[in-house]
Every structure is written in structure tokens, then in C-alpha cells.
């Protein structure tokens, strides 16, 4: 599958569910500029930028990501994605599904 031609970039953040199993989940993000997502409580979660650029943040650290950027928050902590000033595509990994 090719992550790049999932995007699907809208007035509304795009939100695909990849793959649901017991072990990981995948959701593809794909946000425009001053979109955002924030996620907490999961166990653990991993945020790869594919796309663009923007801000990925865990718990008190921000990062400037561009793709291939990858930032992990710790079970519990909340985190999240925003978009900079163009499209940002993100891959959120949960290990184990929530």
C-alpha cells in the first residue's frame, strides 16, 4: 500500500484506520495548515511524518518534523500533530492496540 496516495486532505482532518489487530494499530493523519490531532492514554505510540511539515509533541518535548521524522511517547502521555503552514501527513503506530 502506498501511504502517500491515502492522504485525503479536507476542511476536516483526514483520519484512516490502516490496520486494527491485537498487537498494533495504524491510523494515516492527514492535516492541513492549523489542523491538529491529540491522542493520551494509549499505551504506546510512535508518530512518523510522512508528508510536509509540521509539529509532533509527547508530553513536555516538541519536534519539528519533516518526513521521516519520528517521535515516541510513553504509555500514558499525551501527545499529538500539527500542521505547519502546508499538508502533513502522519502514520500513528499504537503497540499494543488500545
Known amino acids: 500500500m502506498n501511504l502517500l496516495e491515502k492522504a485525503r486532505y479536507g476542511q476536516v482532518r483526514g483520519v484512516e484506520l490502516l490496520a486494527d489487530h491485537p498487537e498494533v494499530r495504524l491510523i494515516l493523519f492527514s492535516l492541513q495548515k492549523g489542523q491538529e490531532v491529540r491522542g493520551k492514554g494509549e499505551p504506546r505510540v510512535h508518530l512518523l511524518c510522512l508528508e510536509g511539515e509540521g509539529i509532533l509533541w509527547a508530553?513536555?518535548?516538541?519536534?519539528?518534523?519533516?518526513?521521516?521524522?519520528?517521535?515516541?511517547?510513553?504509555?500514558?502521555?499525551?501527545?499529538?500533530?500539527?500542521?505547519?503552514?502546508?499538508?502533513?501527513?502522519?502514520?500513528?503506530?499504537?503497540?499494543?492496540?488500545?
Open 59 to 98: 508530553g513536555e518535548r516538541t519536534l519539528p518534523a519533516t518526513p521521516g521524522t519520528l517521535l515516541a511517547a510513553e504509555p500514558g502521555e499525551a501527545h499529538g500533530a500539527r500542521a505547519g503552514e502546508g499538508t502533513f501527513l502522519v502514520l500513528g503506530i499504537l503497540t499494543p492496540r488500545p
